[in-house]
Every structure is written in structure tokens, then in C-alpha cells.
């Protein structure tokens, strides 16, 4: 099963090529480009000890995956059944860190509001577009450059607005 995994990788690259194209030691896995295979991988393959060199392929080409949401945001609005909140640039700072399943909140407006997080660092958890936070589930998603979560808002649930 390894070695025909391999070999599809490496027979979809092949493929891929024609007389035209530049060839490259640059090749994509998952939408990912794997820079830089190094020599003894390539000549492995070549020589036919794929397990190795698909063991070795594993350790060198790791896609990175990166999320939009990760970094920090500007909480600039909050819509709901409650009454409307529009706040400026750095009064609501979260930072969401993927990685380590954090949101880190910075809250420096004074008044009391109930719609917002407390300063603090909160556990969250996000699958595909979906981001949990304390025992509640947002929808994510972009919009001209806005990160909007999304507590079903049809049904008066927040939509919470946010700028880079």
C-alpha cells in the first residue's frame, strides 16, 4: 500500500509535467507546495527502496496549514436581540491562536456589557468552519477582509463583527 502511494504521488507529478514546464525539486501535496525533497529521497525512490524513501518523504514534506482565523482581531461590532454595539479599533482585541487552542481576550472597555468576554484566556476548539468557545458554537467566515462569528443570528443569536 506505501509503495502505491508513492508511486501516485510521484506518477501524478510526472504527469503533471510537459515539454514546457520547468522541473523543479517543487511539488504539491494537499494544495501544499513541498520545497527542497532532498537528493537521497529522490535517489531511493529511484532505486527502489520506496519504503524508505516514503519514510523519509513523510519526515521532510509536512503541508503547512494555516487558518485565516489565526492572529489577532478588533471586535468592532456585535449585533443581536441585544441592543446594537459598535466599539473602535483596540477597545476588543482577541487573539486566536490555533496551535494551542487558545483565544486570548483583551478588554479595555469599561462599561459593563454582557455580550463580551472578560479578559482572559479561553479554550477553544475549531473544526472546519466552526469555532467553539467556552460551551458556545460560532460560524466563522470572511467578508471583505471582516471576521464575522455567527451564533445563529436568524434567530436572534449574536453576529459578532471583527477588522484585523
Do not use: H
Amino acid at each position: 500500500m506505501r509503495k502505491m502511494i508513492f508511486l501516485f504521488i510521484v506518477s501524478a507529478f510526472l504527469f503533471s509535467c510537459n515539454e514546457t514546464d520547468e522541473v523543479t525539486d517543487d511539488f504539491t501535496i494537499n494544495g501544499q507546495v513541498a520545497n527542497e525533497i532532498s537528493d537521497e529521497v529522490v535517489g531511493e525512490a529511484a532505486n527502489g527502496t520506496t519504503d524508505e524513501a516514503i519514510t523519509k518523504l513523510a519526515d521532510e514534506v509536512t503541508p503547512v496549514v494555516t487558518n485565516e482565523l489565526n492572529g489577532q482581531w478588533n471586535l468592532i461590532a456585535v449585533s443581536c436581540l441585544c441592543e446594537p454595539v459598535n466599539l473602535k479599533k483596540g477597545e476588543i482585541l482577541w487573539n486566536f491562536d490555533i496551535d494551542t487552542s487558545k483565544l486570548s481576550v483583551e478588554n479595555k472597555v469599561t462599561e459593563s456589557l454582557q455580550t463580551f468576554l472578560k479578559t482572559g484566556i479561553y479554550d477553544i476548539t475549531v473544526t472546519n468552519n466552526k469555532v467553539t468557545i467556552q460551551t458556545v458554537e460560532y460560524d466563522y467566515y470572511f467578508e471583505n477582509g471582516k471576521l464575522y462569528l455567527a451564533d445563529d443570528p436568524a434567530s436572534d443569536g449574536p453576529l459578532i463583527e471583527f477588522v484585523k
